[in-house]
């Protein structure tokens, strides 16, 4: 059984920064591929970063330059350092860790690949 705890979202002005952490309990995070994925209530989900067990990484479009996804295996944490901030990033973000490998940067971002997921932390910027 994997479990996922995610820290350190909060309420940060336009321009600010934050950085998102997710643990995983049970499971190795160097074992499958981890991504974050958010959702603001009444849109759908979308994929923001993810991260292979190469250490290959997958940006959103809307996040490049922004966002950088980074994990350390012995920690068996994930880290989504996010700069820039802006309004349109408040959402609830969501750690999530798949069976396996994914095929591709493409599918790193689609939030249906992915098995485990975290209780959420919400970032909201003003």
């Known amino acids: 059984h994997v479990q996922l705890v995610e820290s350190g979202g909060g309420s940060v002005q336009a321009g600010g920064s934050l950085r998102l952490s997710c643990t995983s309990f049970?499971?190795?995070?160097?074992?499958?591929?981890m991504g974050w994925v958010r959702q603001d209530p009444g849109k759908e989900r979308e994929g923001v970063a993810a991260i292979d067990i190469y250490g290959k990484t997958s940006h959103a479009d809307s996040v490049k330059g922004r966002f950088t996804i980074s994990k350390d295996n012995a920690k068996n944490t994930l880290y989504l350092q996010m700069n820039s901030l802006k309004p349109e990033d408040t959402a609830m973000y969501f750690c999530?860790?798949?069976?396996?490998?994914?095929?591709?940067?493409?599918?790193?971002?689609?939030?249906?690949?992915?098995?485990?997921w975290g209780q959420g932390t919400q970032v909201t910027v003003s």
């Open positions: 049970g499971s190795p995070i160097s074992d499958r591929c």
């Open positions: 999530a860790a798949a069976p396996g490998m994914l095929p591709g940067r493409r599918s790193m971002l689609l939030a249906p690949q992915y098995q485990y």
